[in-house]
Nanobody, 118 residues
């Protein structure tokens, strides 16, 4: 089956930056929406940022101004640039790709750990 593979997670100090990447394990048709979700211990999974194929974006209020989502449509790859990281950003970050047109699908990655700590 197709799976999304996240990379770029790690341990950073508060105020630091990380860039997450997500690419499909095999060729897929272009997703309508790609996004990043996160889940912290004891909390439900939440949407962090999403981007449509034409570049429209949505961000959680908690990350606006700090995170930037982008995508490469030629590679069906999505990125999340995370700046000014805070301890509360600590979570497992999951990548999602969704297509609701012909041949629809909803793919997820297995997650990458982001830890923000001094």
């Amino acid at each position: 089956q197709v799976q999304l593979v996240e990379s770029g997670g790690g341990l950073v100090q508060p105020g630091g930056s990380l860039r997450l990447s997500c690419a499909p394990s095999e060729s897929i048709s272009s997703p309508n929406t790609m996004g990043w979700y996160r889940q912290a211990p004891g909390k439900e999974r939440e949407l962090v940022a999403a981007i449509s194929r034409d570049g429209r974006t949505n961000y959680a209020d908690s990350v606006k101004g700090r995170f930037t989502i982008s995508r490469d449509n030629a590679k069906n790859t999505v990125y999340l640039q995370m700046n000014s990281l805070k301890p509360e950003d600590t979570a497992v970050y999951f990548c999602n790709a969704n297509r609701y047109w012909f041949g629809g699908y909803d793919y997820w990655g297995r997650g990458t750990q982001v830890t923000v700590s001094s």
